[in-house]
C-alpha cells in the first residue's frame, strides 16, 4: 500500500501476536508494548537525517555523524498513545514530547480537542504520531490536523494495528504524512473494532475492563 510501511521485523511480529491473545495479562501486554515500541521507533526513525561533527576520541580527532536538526516529537493520542512513549523515548530520551487529546465529532466531523500541549518550533521539526490503533482514523486526522495548524510540516504516524478502512480516510486528509505500522489487519467491525485486533489498547494496557 502506498504511504504505508509495515514494519515486518521478526520480533515485532512475534510480540504483537503475543499481544494479540486475549489470554495475555495487564502486566505482560503492558511489557511487550514496551518492547515492541522500542524497535517500532527504530524503524521509523531509520532515515533520519545526519550530519557530521568533529569530535575528539581518546585517540584522535574524527568526523562522526551525529542527529541533524532540531529534537524530535513524539505525539501522543490520548491515551493509548501513552504506552508507545515509554519504549520510544528510551531509545531517543532527549526527544520532546507531546499529548493530545481530541476526537472527531460524529456529527460535525470537526475536530474537538479537550486538551494540547507541544513543543514550540513545531515547524522545524520532525513530528511521530503516536496512536496504537489507527481504526476509523478518526482521532488521527484531528490529532495531525490540530498538529497542522500549529506548524508541523513533517509529520510521520506510527501505529501497532491498522484497519484498512481507517488508512483510506486517513489518506484522503493527510496524504502528506506516511504510516508505519506493525500490521494491516482485515477489516473494522460494526463497533469501530480492528479484526482479528487485540481489543481496546487502552483498556488492555491499563487494566480497565
Ligand atoms: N481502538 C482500540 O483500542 N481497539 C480497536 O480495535 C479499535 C480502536
Not at 536538526?69 to 501513552?82: M, P
Request: proline residues 5%; negative net charge; hydrophobic residues 40%.
Amino acid at each position: 500500500m502506498d504511504g504505508v510501511t509495515v514494519i515486518d521485523h521478526p520480533l515485532v511480529q512475534h510480540k504483537l501476536t503475543i499481544m494479540r491473545k486475549k489470554e495475555t495479562s495487564t502486566a505482560g501486554f503492558r511489557r511487550l508494548l514496551k518492547e515492541i515500541s522500542t524497535l517500532l521507533c527504530y524503524e521509523v526513525t531509520r532515515d533520519l537525517e545526519l550530519t557530521i561533527e568533529r569530535i575528539e576520541t581518546p585517540l584522535t580527532e574524527t568526523d562522526s555523524p551525529v542527529l541533524e536538526g532540531k529534537k524530535l516529537v513524539f505525539a501522543s493520542i490520548l491515551r493509548a498513545g501513552n504506552g508507545l512513549l515509554e519504549g520510544m523515548l528510551e531509545l531517543v530520551p532527549s526527544a520532546r514530547v507531546s499529548h493530545i487529546g481530541v476526537y472527531r465529532d460524529h456529527e460535525t466531523l470537526q475536530p474537538v480537542e479537550y486538551y494540547f500541549k507541544a513543543p514550540e518550533s513545531l515547524n522545524e521539526r520532525l513530528v511521530i504520531v503516536v496512536d496504537p490503533m489507527l481504526a476509523t482514523g478518526n482521532s488521527s486526522i484531528a490529532a495531525i490536523d490540530k498538529l497542522k495548524e500549529r506548524g508541523a510540516k513533517n509529520i510521520r504516524f506510527l501505529c501497532l494495528l491498522a484497519a484498512p478502512e481507517g488508512i483510506r480516510n486517513f489518506q484522503a486528509s493527510h496524504p502528506d504524512v506516511p504510516i508505519f505500522t506493525a500490521s494491516i489487519d482485515s477489516h473494522l467491525n460494526e463497533k469501530g473494532y480492528i479484526v482479528p485486533g487485540l481489543g481496546d489498547a487502552g483498556d488492555r494496557m491499563y487494566g480497565t475492563k
